[in-house]
Every structure is written in C-alpha cells, then in structure tokens.
C-alpha cells in the first residue's frame, strides 16, 4: 500500500480490512486523523466503534504503546460529543478501558523505551471512562456493577504519577453515588486504606510539570473520600439530629480522618485562604464523632506524647487558628470557608469538656468582660463574632457562630444572652426555637454584681441611657424632659 503513510487511520483500517498494519502506518495514521477531528463528526460513532474494537476489546493495532496512547487521545476526542447512544456508554467499552488501563500501567517497568507512552495511553484510558461517567451519568451505576473500584484501587497502590492518581480519583468521585457503591469500597476493598496512603504522597510534594499540581489530585481523591464519608450507610438513631456517622461506622474510616487532619495541620493558607484540599478536609471531619471509641478520640486528640500537652490538642489548635483568622477577615468571600470551621469546633467543644474549657479562655480571656460597651464593639474574637452573627442575610454562617459560642458558653442560654445581648442572638434564638422565659430575662438582669446589664443590648442599663443622651440635642432633652414629666 504506497499511500499508508499518508492517509489517516480510518481509512487504513478501511483499505486494510482485517489485514495487519504496519505499526508505523498506524502512528502516522492516527496523527492524521487527530488532526483532522473535524472532518470526522458524521461518522463519530463509527470511529469511536473501530478504535473500541482493534484497542480496547482486542490488541489487532496495539503494536506499540505510542500507538495506544494516540488511539485513546482519539477516542477521547471523539468521545466529547456523545449520547445515550454511545458505545462508549456500555459496560464492555468502560470495563475494556477499565482493564486496558491497568494493563498499560503495569507494562511501564516492563518497557522502560515506551514508558511514557504507557503513562500517557493509561491516563487517555482513564480520561475516557471519566468523561463517559461526567456526560452520561446513567453510566456511574456500570462502573460499580462491573466492581470498576477495584481497578482504580489497583493502579493507586501501584504507585501513581500525578495526573494518574487525579484521574482515579475523579473516576472514584463520580462513581460513588450510592449506598450499596460506598459500603462495597470500604467493607470490601478497605479504599480509605488506599486513598489515605496515596494523598499523603502528595502531602509534601514538590509540584513538577505534570498536568496537575499535587494539591488538585489531593483534593480530587479527597472528593472521593468525601464520596465514601456521605454514602457510607448512617446507622444514626432513630430521632436523632446528630448526622455524623456512628461510631462503629466511623472506625472503617479512621484512615480518612487521619489523613483530613493531617492535611489540615500541614497546609498553610493560600493567599489567605483555605487550601483546597483544607476545605475538603473540613468537610470530612465534619462527618466523624470525636468521643468514641479510642481510636477515633485519639485521631482527634492524640495521646500527651513527651509530657508535650500542647501535642494533644495540636488539631483542635489549628481548626481554631484557622477560624479566627479567617473570622478576622472582613472580606465577604471567606463566609463558606468560616462555616464549616465553626461546626467542627461545635461538636468538639460539644463533646469535650477540657476542649470547650480550652477554647473558652481564647474567646473570653481571663473569663472577663467590659459590660460598658455593646458585645459588638468589644476587643477581640468575642466581639468579632457577635458582628458575624448580624451579618445580614448570614445564612449558615451565622448560625454557625451562634451555635460556637452557646455550646461554648455550655448551653447556658443566661449566659449566652449577656454574652452576645439578645438583640443580636434574637434571629438566631428564633431560628434554633430557643425560647427566652422571663425568668431566664430576670436572671440575666441580676447576674452581674449589683449592676444590670440590658439583655438586649449586652451592656450596663446606665451606659445605655448615658449613650442616648449623649446623642441627643438640647432641644431633643428638654422635649423629652416634658414627656416624662
């Protein structure tokens, strides 16, 4: 055949039949057809069909892993554009791809030459499953019926580059959906074992000058770990509003909370943010109990190593850091990131008597307070936190920070009312169906030595009508002074 070098590979596959094909042929022929995609939008399925049957069902045109790696870019090219229709949407072309993957992964210590060839076709492969899953979402469901994890969790313990383990971790993300997918990751391929050890790889590493640095492919396998966190069966009590899973749950999934908390000590902000793969740990921690048993109490406080007290609580610490840094920040974009720091310091302040005594002297030092300004205008987080919960429009944020403080505060609704005034707490009072008693009103009022403090507004009786005659006029006084008298 004169021209083989020269014409495209559909239409060597077209002119050659069943007939081999030189492997050269082939490369040169799928260069042509990549570059010329366009042309081939009317016979798309075809194409897709042809490239399935002589790649990924069979090795008839897989001479080489170059070749491979062309024929999957191919196919993920002409993939973009699919339908219910798609071949690429059935079991045997996700689990071929599937299985072509883990293929082209092991064959990288076999053939050093074509190695990166072979990085390259098994990242395409995965691309493509990914992407059938992303445009057809009827798809995920085969990819857990056909067991797909278990290849994804394969090629991560296989050791991964950076692309590669993005891409497991966004097929594992988009096909964990359900119940019955979660509990088979967990129970039977022990997946958060894997997840965990793989993002820790990436915890302290460089970024080089592959596709995705490393902090995008831990917060991709991190999506997947809150994948499994979400739909892994509850177990809660019936009439219960706690929503984290139970602890004999909780256990089967240490290791994604070890690695969460890990992630979250050791990452600093970016530009004054959280670091995405922070906020994706946040958001897992959210899902765990801290009481019990012992080996989830000790991932969230971990036994006094060297006498070393500060080492206990060195998790709790930077959830607090990170919170009052943040809730210093008077830009509006930090409201998400400050929300879910609120509800993990909740359940720990909640849950632990030492950890709520702990954060109490951060937010109140020396468990004093200037009643002779609005709790609002006072120093330091306390007041910062009151201006949070008036936020108009706050949404979760302020309650959020209204849960903070009056689990701080020991559900003391007295105390939480002289803390924050209860014109600053009533929309959140109101929300939550805390109801304020005029005996709760009475012993706010005579709580503090012999002066009254204003419930509504947090400060002394007489600093209140000292600040409204302050602010008016003479003419205001003297009016106001014959309708009084």
Known sequence: MANDSTSDYFALVSSHGEE???????????????ADTGAQASRRQEYISTILSRFVYSA??????????LALTLL???GR?????NELGTERAISGLLSLALDLKSQVEMDKEQADYAIDACNEALTCVANTMLLLPKCRPLFADIHGADTIDKILQSGATQTTAFLCGRCLFLSIESPKSAKYCVDDLDLPKTLAQTIRGFLDRESDSDRFSPQQVMNELFKAAMS??????????QGSSDDALSPDHAVKLLDILQISLDT??????????????????IGIALNF???SPDPILHCWLPPKSSGAESGRYRYVDRIYQLFATLAATSDESYKAEITPLALVLVRLVTEQPDVRQRLFYRVYPQNTEDYSALPEDRPGLSGTLVRLMRIPEGGMLSGAIGDFLLALLGQDVAKFILAVGYGNAAGYMLARGIAIPESVIRQVRESVDSNLVDPVTGRYLDQDMDRELANMTDEEKEREAERLF
Do not use: M, W
Request: hydrophobic share 40%; net charge negative.
């Open 76 to 78: 993920k090219t002409l």
């Open 60 to 69: 008839q045109d897989r001479h080489t892993s170059r070749a491979t790696s």
């Open 228 to 237: 499994l966190c979400v739909y892994y069966p509850r177990d809660t009590p």
């Open 289 to 291: 109990p801290t009481l």
């Open 81 to 85: 554009q699919i339908d219910d229709t």
């Open 264 to 281: 979250l000590f050791a990452l600093p902000l970016a530009n004054g943010h959280l670091a995405d793969p922070v906020r994706q740990a």
């Open 20 to 34: 081999h094909i030189d492997s050269q042929a082939i490369e040169a022929g799928l260069l042509a057809a990549i």
